[in-house]
């Protein structure tokens, strides 16, 4: 696919101009006045287009707009919201190879994980729409005559979703759609590094909304420098933040959030890893790994970061992983058969640079990769070679989430060893053991076993479906998102006494008899 010929068309197609407003409040907002942006592809970083942020005032507006707008919103039955989602699926389905195309421009993404992303959204809008006739609260027995008990799950009000730019809009769908059925209104704010995704979704969705005359439920304001995030974080009126980024990012939307006492969700860094027993299923267990750690250019949360090797197959699943490693295709991501794209930027490159360099300082050996690579007409795209690294034992720069593809190497004799490694990390994402011996699999899973929020059988740590609830332990935050009951996050729940009886008999027996 020819980049020149695709950007033009990209860019009709999906509503993208050469200069683009980042505010949606209703409508598009012209010429915001906050921060500009503009966007260079990591592909062969040339500029794609150029975005307006949000100022202070433009915000203000946004959420009284935004606090007018859930009145309406909630006037409406959950199944009748559910109803809008249904038709913002289908329209998602629409335009799904677009908007693949343009996560792919924007974020290096290959086409099929750029499609992919969009697929995820559709998910989450089918889901939603099943969800919106399954709000169930529980009843509880009471022990008063006469007396029903129940919780109820209420809507919060604004949700802020701020976004970060390896999954530009899915990740956002997961919170939306989910908080949009619980009957919440929402305030977008996409990474400043992927908000072409954010405006072109956007305009797909909101045209659903005026055609079919619902209240204007999602909003958009893009920002850099934290402005728009503060704003955001420290405002009585959004109820929820749900963050995805660094940890470093989210220790401070908590603390501002806390100070309020307003409700958070977490998704922050992940130190994901695999343990390959010598009881694996050896090419499962390539395969998983080299997905995991390679999949959106080791720029997942999920990613795999480290592998930890029962001694007995050590040398040779390392020297059959350099293997698969050296016939990845690494390049333009729409190019057919390229499995590993850009870095998002420069700074990306240079974190993947240090990162190797610290692990030399502490003992690593670098097997495979390492290097920057510029490729034959992208030489001003962000490449690297993923890196394998044996290290000696778990050290400092394998404690921390570097997001780009490097996998740290370790060795183990016994399961117990195995699971002491995998948990000696401050973050708790997702984790992954493979094996075919059932008491090895009931030890990783048991209260004693991975320590993390996703825990994963002959599988990778990457690639979550969105049914489960998302998120994890530790410094990841301890946030849930997407699916099973996390809808629960987007609402407050309420404990309901009803007395329908003649008397009012009272909890604990207490008698408060009045004459
Ligand atoms: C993320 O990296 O923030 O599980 C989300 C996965 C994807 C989502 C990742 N479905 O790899």
Redesign the pocket.
Known sequence: MDLKEMRPRLKSELGISEVNSGVYSNDWIDNPKGRKINLYSPIDGEFIAGVNGGSKEEYEVMVKNMEENYEKWIKLTSPQRGELIRLIGLELRKNKEKLGRIVSLETGKTVVEGEGEIQ?MIDIADFAVGLSRQLYGYEIASERYNHRMYEQWLPLGIVGVIT?F??PSS?WSWNSFIAAVVGNVVVWKPSSKAPLTAISVMNIITRVIKEHHYPEIFSLIAGGGGEVGNLMTSDNRIKLISF?GSVDGGRKVSEAVAKRFGKVIL?LGGNNASIISDRADINVALKGVAFGALATAGQ???TTRRIIVQESIYDEFIKKLVNVYSKVKIGNPLEEGVLVGPLIDESAVNNFMKAIEQARHEGGRVLFGGEKLSIKGYEKGFYVKPAIITMPEVSPVSCQETFAPILYVFKYKTIHDAIKIHNAVPQGLSSSIFTTDLREEELFLSPWGSDCGLANVNTAT???EIGGA?GGEKETGGGRESGSDAWKSYARRQTVTINWGRDIPLSQGIKFDIK
């Open positions: 995820e970060s390896n999954f990740v995805t998704e997942r949360c999920t990457a690639g979550a998302f």
